[in-house]
């Protein structure tokens, strides 16, 4: 058992569990938020809102860090500690009080508007992210928007992107085509009616043979892009058609960090059998620990996307501004990596397809 948090954050606030089914995955820690400070939650996300036009506002961007610095002490000091900890693949914030009544209905696809004024959930998934990195966006997708929607869209039930419902949106890590994916995904929920679990697989939970390590450790595979980033505006079409070596495990015995799709991870070399079944391996033990977990009105998920996998379970959509709504960031722990995608501190939007 994984228990990061510290003696000194009362324990009444911070636990360890999941209201996924019993069973060998651990997906969180959590840290529950006490209703005062949940309060000033609401106060610090009132301030932001009223300062700044949007979440989008490269203003607040720039400022929200400082903002960041007068959350309650407890959760910033638990950050720190998830920030810091050996192998926790993914931890959630739980307990801001949302009134379901001051939130506008589920958008039919993502918001091309972002909120006027910001939205307290928006604001503090922007303000906990900053406090493990920086927050980017990308150029292909959600119109180059840093806090995307997650919203299920009538035209892309059946798609494999975060706007599907009608099928399962299988385990990924995201961006896994991309050498500059984010390092967190961060997950807050507005909204989820039908309680729809989001899925999730922890690379410290697998168990591996030493020899499907080491293969995996190697680059016999290719990460195709997946859907969801549209290669339009790219005249590079071949960097989609031809993607470069990659591995699937890094680190000492492919502990560091895993990088795999469900559907979009293949063998670079259809004769290689042993780098297929090595993948195989690793698809069937991902499966067999994969998790669920149901986010509520108030949660926020922080998904380590070295650490962990993660999908959604199907769910029949309404389309009637009712229906589940998450709002998402990506976050780097170092922005400045990330200047070979064309980021900058000021233009946080990356290319999906590097030149090369
Ligand atoms: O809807 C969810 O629970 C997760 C969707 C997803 O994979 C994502 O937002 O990256
Ligand atoms: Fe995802």
Same mark, same amino acid.
């Given at each position: 058992?994984?228990?990061?948090?510290?003696?000194?954050?009362?324990? +009444?606030?911070?636990? +360890?569990?999941?209201?996924?089914?019993?069973?060998?995955?651990?997906?969180?820690?959590?840290?529950?938020?006490?209703?005062?400070?949940?309060?000033?939650?609401?106060?610090?996300?009132?301030?932001?809102? @009223?300062?700044?036009? +949007?979440?989008?506002?490269?203003?607040?961007?720039?400022?929200?860090?400082?903002?960041?610095?007068?959350?309650?002490?407890?959760?910033?000091?638990?950050?720190?500690?998830?920030?810091?900890?050996?192998?926790?693949?993914?931890?959630?914030?739980?307990?801001?009080?949302?009134?379901?009544?001051?939130?506008?209905?589920t958008p039919p696809d993502f918001e091309?508007?972002?909120?006027?004024?910001?939205?307290?959930?928006?604001?503090?998934?922007?303000?906990?992210?900053?406090?493990?990195?920086?927050?980017?966006?990308?150029?292909?997708q959600q119109?180059?928007?840093?806090?995307h929607d997650i919203v299920p869209s009538e035209q892309e039930q059946k798609s494999q992107t975060s706007a599907s419902s009608a099928v399962?949106l299988?385990?990924? @890590?995201?961006?896994?085509?991309?050498?500059?994916?984010?390092?967190?995904?961060?997950?807050?929920?507005?909204?989820?009616?039908?309680?729809?679990?989001?899925?999730?697989?922890?690379?410290?939970?697998?168990?591996?043979?030493?020899? @499907?390590?080491?293969?995996?450790?190697?680059?016999?595979?290719?990460?195709?892009?997946d859907t969801s980033?549209?290669?339009?505006?790219?005249?590079?079409?071949?960097?989609?058609?031809?993607?470069?070596?990659?591995?699937?495990?890094?680190?000492?015995?492919?502990?560091?960090?895993?990088?795999?799709?469900?559907?979009?991870?293949?063998?670079?070399?259809?004769?290689?059998?042993?780098?297929?079944?090595?993948?195989?391996?690793? =698809?069937?033990?991902?499966?067999?620990?994969?998790?669920?977990?149901?986010?509520?009105?108030?949660?926020?998920?922080?998904?380590?996307?070295?650490?962990?996998?993660?999908?959604r379970?199907?769910f029949?959509a309404?389309f009637?501004?009712?229906d589940r709504w998450l =709002?998402r960031?990506?976050?780097?722990?170092?922005?400045?990596?990330?200047?070979?995608?064309?980021?900058?501190?000021?233009?946080?939007?990356?290319?999906?397809?590097?030149?090369?």
């Open positions: 058992m994984h228990n990061h948090r510290s003696t000194t954050v009362p324990p +009444t606030r911070a636990a +360890t569990g999941g209201t996924g089914p019993a069973g060998p995955c651990r997906p969180h820690d959590v840290y529950v938020l006490s209703e005062d400070e949940s309060r000033l939650l609401d106060g610090i996300a009132v301030e932001v809102s @009223t300062a700044y036009d +949007t979440v989008e506002d490269p203003r607040f961007i720039a400022d929200a860090r400082l903002f960041a610095q007068r959350l309650p002490l407890g959760l910033r000091r638990w950050i720190e500690q998830v920030r810091l900890s050996a192998d926790l693949g993914s931890f959630r914030i739980r307990g801001h009080r949302l009134r379901d009544a001051d939130l506008p209905p091309r508007e972002p909120a006027r004024p910001a939205l307290a959930p928006e604001v503090c998934l922007v303000l906990f992210g900053v406090l493990l990195g920086d927050v980017f966006g990308w150029e292909t119109a180059g928007r840093l806090v399962e299988g385990w990924h @890590t995201e961006d896994a085509f991309h050498p500059y994916r984010a390092d967190y995904l961060g997950l807050a929920c507005v909204r989820n009616p039908d309680r729809v679990p989001t899925t999730l697989a922890e690379l410290r939970s697998l168990e591996l043979s030493e020899r @499907t390590r080491s293969v995996l450790s190697q680059p016999r595979f290719h990460q195709r892009p980033h549209s290669p339009t505006g790219s005249d590079d079409v071949g960097a989609w058609s031809d993607p470069p070596l990659a591995r699937v495990l890094s680190g000492m015995a492919g502990s560091r960090s895993l990088c795999v799709d469900a559907d979009f991870t293949v063998v670079a070399d259809d004769e290689d059998m042993e780098a297929e079944a090595a993948l195989e391996e690793l =698809k069937r033990e991902i499966e067999s620990r994969l998790g669920d977990l149901v986010l509520e009105p108030g949660d926020y998920l922080f998904l380590d996307n070295q650490r962990c996998v993660h999908g379970r199907p029949r309404r009637d501004g009712t =709002k960031v990506s976050v780097t722990r170092d922005l400045r990596r990330m200047a070979e995608a064309g980021v900058t501190a000021t233009k946080r939007t990356a290319r999906a397809v590097l030149a090369s």
